[in-house]
């Protein structure tokens, strides 16, 4: 059972917009920043959002985050079949046992 | 262009311990603000954070894995590397090393991930 909570899945027909929910607590996203990440099948996971709603480079801005009180959000628009792929959430977590935590992701099909 | 690569046994049994060493290779692992990271995904699982370390050695663990856990890190090798003994079935898991970034607060660098089965 993950920290943060994560639909175990999503879809939508390329072009539309698509978003993501992760739900924590205020331990962990609702006293720290979120980050996203994409794996792709067969891939290393790759830093999609890092402090809520920045984009390393590289990264398209049809990807943005955002986050409000314990929950936050990952929003893919103009999506594209090469989006398919497996999104989790990530945030630190102050409780008394300090450490990172993920959701247990959201697979996204590209209809 | 930092580029990270695990290796290790794919198969382990039962009660031992599970050694995983990381190689940084683009950058060097002495670099100030940076910690160098496990993490596993269960087969069918989300993704759980096992522990990192600092180049001075500074270590975080996972308290859910605390007692079993080891990372460290060989700057004259430019490599890390995690230690989990008393090994189960449930360890069998794909096992990513990562560099976690201190200014971007995140996960910046994975390697490609290494499958590790524990079974008799």
């Known amino acids: 059972q993950s920290v943060l909570t994560q639909p175990p899945s999503a879809s939508g027909t390329p072009g539309q917009r698509v978003t993501i929910s992760c739900s924590g607590t205020s331990s962990n996203i609702g006293s720290n920043t979120v980050n996203w990440y994409q794996v792709l099948p067969g891939t290393a996971p790759k830093l999609l959002i890092y402090r809520n709603n920045e984009r390393p480079s590289g990264v398209p801005d049809r990807f943005s985050g955002s986050k409000s009180g314990t929950s936050a959000s990952l929003a893919i628009s103009g999506l594209q079949s090469e989006d398919e792929a497996d999104y989790y959430c990530a945030a630190w977590d102050d409780s008394l046992n300090v450490h990172w935590v993920f959701g247990g992701g959201t697979k996204l099909t590209v209809l | 262009q930092v580029h990270l690569q695990e290796s290790g046994p794919g198969l382990v049994k039962p009660s031992q311990t599970l050694s995983l060493t990381c190689t940084v290779s683009?950058?060097?692992?002495?670099?100030?603000?940076?910690?160098w990271s496990w993490i596993r995904q269960h087969p069918g699982k989300g993704l759980e954070w096992i522990g990192y370390?600092?180049?001075?050695?500074?270590?975080y663990y996972n308290p859910s894995l605390n007692s079993r856990v080891t990372v460290s890190v060989d700057t004259s090798k430019n490599q890390f590397s995690l230690k989990l003994n008393s090994l189960t079935a449930a360890d069998t898991a794909v096992y990513y090393c990562?560099?976690?970034?201190?200014?971007?607060?995140?996960?910046?660098?994975w390697g490609q991930g290494t499958v590790v089965t524990v079974s008799s």
């Open positions: 990562a560099r976690c970034s201190g200014s971007l607060h995140a996960f910046d660098i």
């Open positions: 683009g950058g060097s692992i002495s670099s100030a603000g940076y910690y």
């Open positions: 370390s600092y180049y001075s050695g500074s270590t």
